[in-house]
């Protein structure tokens, strides 16, 4: 293992290794400082909504909408994908026992595009919101920097499908051969379905990106209503890749929920079968239910029905997934370390945002939450509230495993504590908003209505916990990193039992090009 | 593995919950989505950022529109530049504004009153403030 604090090395060494850990660390540094970065942007948008009132905070609403764009696109392609990834990478040849990824080289490639596909996002700034709807996206949003949006986006995109090949091929080729998939563990499980369902779903948007940027250059009208496209036909692309995202982004978290959860309760998982079963479910499902997102587009009653069922049919394995982590937790003597926290949040926030998208495909209710800030507060409660909270404690199970050293348990809980309040006070808030019929991407909203001037406010202070979490929780990351208490490698949990990982494994064996 | 039981009646119990939403949901929209045969169609033009309304006598308006309580009104839908949603926020009238397209929404006031309407799919630079308001006033007057 790496351990880089322990035995320094340069970090130009880390930086060029092609190694499984090196890479994976770069991954998860680099996708952790775009989660701060973009959380930024958060607390500018809602500190600004504090006040109704133009420039407030934020001067004019382009300036807005560009920072909405910016920590949507961030968020989801920057922080979720790549932590995701960096976890995969350090932990799924060890669990497959295999040396390395099946493809080093690849794998430090499909890396080395994020921070270049990041810094055209940031550097653009562009206001076509994370989305892009055609035609807005096309005629009207001002170059170059929706151009470089659509560039950084295709550059992830296709970093992505990198790294989801080299996962798909070390799971499924480069396994032990004494180990049978179905006795994979389930994290890697759950990265070999998001690899899978990555390579299937992200085609798409890449071919949607391309025409759009021909549409933007006038050369074509795929999506341009006055050259006789359809802007439709983007909202298809775009979302048959970002349905299926959605469970891209969500199932490492539940993955890493497998992993930490039957450690903490001491108590081997219910059922790895039910396990592997779900996952493969929302795998083949997730592709299944695009179109309940575009319900008002004019969309017709029989497309609307079969989409709703489609929707609905994701709960039934969502639930088998808490199911066993309820089953695992049961009658366990469960210790309540950081990690555990957070995955124990996690799931109590997944199933009320799991609710949530219940009422929200049930097709009368979508034309009252469609479009308002209901949807903020549902996503974000998805976001926040299971993969921020599933990332956050994998981030403090593995600190030992990066760092040699302790992270503080008393500062965790701070942590935890603010982090559970904050999520809960700003999304809850903003699902209330949403039944109240504020518009979502809105830079401004009008005093007529008090309530909407108290709920913001109540948002916006809930929004200020969580940030309070956050930068409690980076302090953490640097603090003690370096001056932590040096963590008793074999069982830094207490657990009983061996820490699993082995972490006494050599140097990286191939530092070099 | 094994533990059976227990898995499945609980993926019953969800499975049925799902089921009953989903049926009212689709007995719900049925009913919605039934458009009177007397309704009286009203055009509704979104663009960057306003709203504009054409009744079906011709007359026109722009931002502010008056209906009169106690008809049925379907709202036929255009866009001229780039997708907006019309929304009625009060009277859950939401239905996109695709340009290329004609979308259909309708409903029926019963209470008089003034109530805002919005847009509420993101248009742009002015979209926060693409606001107007549907005013409901008494069939006599």
Redesign the interface.
């Known amino acids: 293992m790496v351990l880089e604090l322990q035995k320094p090395r340069p970090v130009w060494q880390i930086m060029f290794s092609t190694h499984h850990t090196d890479v994976g660390y770069l991954y998860t540094v680099t996708s952790l400082a775009f989660l701060f970065m973009a959380g930024v942007l958060a607390m500018i948008i809602r500190t600004h909504l504090f006040f109704p009132g133009e420039g407030v905070l934020i001067s004019d609403s382009v300036t807005s909408n560009r920072i909405f764009t910016v920590h949507g696109s961030t968020m989801l392609f920057l922080f979720a994908l790549p932590f995701a990834a960096g976890i995969g990478n350090y932990l799924v040849p060890i669990m497959v026992r295999y040396k390395d990824m099946a493809y080093p080289k690849l794998n430090a490639v499909a890396f080395w595009m994020v921070p270049v596909g990041g810094a055209l996002v940031w550097l653009g700034f562009s206001d076509t919101t994370w989305v892009a709807y055609a035609p807005y996206s096309i005629i009207r949003a001002p170059g170059p920097a929706a151009d470089m949006w659509i560039f950084g986006m295709k550059i992830l995109g296709i970093s992505s499908i990198l790294s989801s090949i080299n996962f798909i091929v070390t799971i499924l080729k480069c396994k032990h051969p004494d180990l049978p998939l179905r006795r994979v563990p389930l994290f890697a499980w759950s990265m070999l379905t998001v690899s899978l369902m990555t390579v299937v779903a992200m085609p798409t948007f890449a071919a949607a990106l391309v025409m759009m940027l021909t549409d933007r250059l006038g050369v074509s009208g795929f999506f341009n209503p006055a050259m006789g496209g359809d802007p439709i036909a983007y909202l298809h692309l775009f979302w048959f890749t970002f349905h299926p995202e959605v469970y891209i982004f969500l199932l490492p978290a539940i993955g890493m929920m497998y992993e930490i959860i039957p450690r903490f309760s001491r108590k081997p998982l219910f059922s790895q079968g039910s396990g592997v079963f779900a996952f493969v479910m929302l795998g083949l499902i997730g592709f299944a239910s695009w179109g309940h997102h575009m319900f008002s587009t004019g969309m017709d009653f029989t497309t609307k029905t079969v989409f709703m069922i489609g929707t609905l049919a994701a709960v039934p394995a969502s639930g088998m997934h808490v199911f066993n982590f309820l089953a695992t937790m049961w009658g366990a003597r469960i210790r309540f370390d950081a990690p555990m926290k957070f995955m124990v949040g996690g799931i109590a926030l997944f199933f009320s945002a799991g609710a949530g998208g219940v009422l929200n495909t049930a097709m009368p209710l979508d034309f009252i939450t469609h479009g308002t800030y209901w949807v903020v507060g549902h996503m974000h409660l998805f976001l926040t509230g299971t993969i921020a909270f599933g990332f956050v404690g994998m981030m403090y199970y593995i600190f030992p495993l990066f760092t040699g050293r302790m992270y503080s348990e008393k500062w965790a809980s701070v942590q935890f504590i603010l982090m559970m309040w904050g999520t809960v006070q700003v999304f809850f808030t903003q699902h209330i908003l949403g039944l109240e019929g504020m518009a979502r991407r809105i830079y401004d909203y009008p005093t007529d209505f008090t309530s909407w001037t108290q709920l913001n406010q109540i948002a916006t202070v809930g929004a200020w916990i969580l940030g309070a979490s956050f930068v409690i929780f980076l302090a953490q990351l640097i603090y003690y990193s370096a001056k932590g208490k040096e963590a008793n490698m074999v069982d830094p949990f207490n657990l009983g039992g061996k820490y699993y990982y082995p972490y006494q494994a050599k140097t990286p064996h191939h530092t070099g090009y | 593995?094994?533990?059976d039981t227990?898995?499945w009646v609980?993926?019953g119990i969800?499975?049925a919950i799902?089921i009953y939403?989903?049926v009212?949901?689709?007995n719900?929209?049925?009913l919605?989505?039934d458009i009177p045969a007397d309704a009286e169609t009203i055009k509704v033009t979104g663009q960057?950022w306003f709203w504009s309304f054409e009744h079906a006598d011709g007359t026109k308006e722009i931002s502010t529109l008056h209906l009169v309580k106690g008809h049925a009104y379907k709202f036929e839908i255009y866009a001229k530049?780039?997708?907006h949603?019309f929304?009625i926020?009060?009277w859950?009238v939401?239905?996109?504004a695709?340009?290329?397209?004609?979308?259909?929404v309708w409903f029926s006031p019963d209470q008089t009153g003034e109530f805002?309407i919005?847009?509420?799919?993101?248009?742009?630079?002015?979209?926060?403030?693409m606001?107007g308001s549907l005013v409901v006033e008494d069939g006599k007057s």
């Open positions: 593995m094994g533990h227990s898995e609980f993926v969800v499975i799902l939403v989903g009212d949901s689709w719900i929209e049925k919605l989505e960057q530049d780039v997708m949603s929304n926020p009060d859950v939401f239905q996109d695709v340009p290329g397209r004609i979308n259909y805002p919005q847009c509420r799919e993101y248009c742009g630079l002015l979209h926060y403030n606001r």
